[in-house]
Each structure stands twice: as C-alpha cells, then as structure tokens.
C-alpha cells in the first residue's frame, strides 16, 4: 500500500484509547499521559501524529490509519486497561509489527497485553509510566530520538549553523593571521637585505 496524502510522514504515531484522553463530553481528562507525551514531544522537536478526537477509529478510516502508520518512523503504545481491550488499538500494532515499525510501549497501569499482541510486545523494553512518569516520559523521548533516521532534528541543524559560522570565523581569523604573519616576515627581510647594503658599503 502506498502512503496516503492525507498522512504527512512524521517522527512517531501515537496509539492510545481515546478513554484515557478525553471524557464523554470531549474534555481533556486532566492529568492524562497523552497530553504529557505529546507536550513532551513538541519540546523535543519531536512530530507525531494522533487522532484526537477518535474520528478515524472506524472501518471505513482503515487505509488512512495504515496510512499514518506507514509514514511514521515510530510506533508509541500507550497500555492501559483500556488501550489493552481495544480492537482498534489492536489492530493498530499489528500493521506496525507489518510495516517493522519500532514499537515503544509505555505501561501507564498494571493491565497485561491484550493476547492479540502479546506476541509483538512481549520481549520489548518499555518505558514504565507507573512510579515514575517524569523518568518515563525522558525515557520514551529519548528512546524515539535513538529509533529515528539519521537526520537532522532542528535542534542539530541550528548546532550545524552555528559550528559552521564558528568554521566560518575560525577561517577568517586564521586568514589574518597569515596576513599579518606575511607582512612581518616581509619586513624582516626588507631589514635584512638594507643591513646587507650598509654592510657592503
């Protein structure tokens, strides 16, 4: 399947149960982990894509989910109990273990893996949410970070601009050591070839 226009290539999917997210009456739960990745990612420089609103988790939105997939360098689990029991979220592992997509769990409670996907997850490290969320969090960001192409993040790009203007100055200055190094070396000769003369006449 080719990628779909519609699903821009970014650095990571998030799949999560939109439970765990938001409410019945579409409000953000407070506190909830998604919105700590996903915050911690935008620090990172770190692109991802996530439906938000549970829009997409249906049938007839199969190729565009694949889709999002395909075109993201990593594949973030988020497992919980509700994520676990999801067909949907299932269903999602699976086409990333299709498509060898690195897969990051995140355990955020003590639910096993769903048995349509333990296969996948068993024998993978995974970042653990439950005692220590700041420590996860760190983990997963840099976890993704050691899973993606060997490409420049913004960050690096802006380290590369700023080690070439300082290469830039380096130059330079190394240029005007040769001037005036020239220059001395000039007049130590000239000095020389006029105590010369006094010393034939």
């Known amino acids: 399947m080719s990628p779909s226009m519609n699903a821009p290539k970014c650095d990571v999917f998030i799949s999560y149960a939109r439970a765990d997210y938001k409410d019945e009456n579409n409000k953000l739960i407070p506190d909830n982990v998604i919105s700590k990745i996903t915050s911690a990612f935008q620090k990172n420089n770190i692109s991802y894509w996530i439906d938000e609103n549970g829009i997409y988790t249906g049938d007839n939105f199969a190729p565009k989910i694949a ?11 988020v497992s919980t109990k509700n994520s676990n029991s999801s067909r949907w979220v299932q269903r999602e592992i699976a086409v990333a273990n299709d498509f060898n997509k690195p897969i990051l769990p995140v355990k955020c409670d003590e639910s096993t893996y769903a048995v349509a996907v333990i296969m996948y997850l ?16 760190n983990k997963l960001v840099e976890s993704v970070k050691d899973k993606l192409p060997l490409t420049q993040t913004p ?28 220059l001395a070396v000039s007049r130590i000769l000239e000095s020389n070839e006029r105590n010369t003369m006094r010393m034939q006449d």
């Open 67 to 77: 889709a999002a997939i395909q075109n993201a360098s990593v594949f973030v689990f």
């Open 122 to 137: 068993a024998m993978l490290d995974y970042c653990d949410y439950r005692n220590s969320p700041e420590t996860a969090i």
């Open 155 to 182: 960050s690096e790009n802006n380290r590369a601009k700023g080690d070439s203007a300082y290469k830039e100055n380096l130059l330079k200055s190394l240029e005007q050591i040769v001037d005036v190094s020239q």
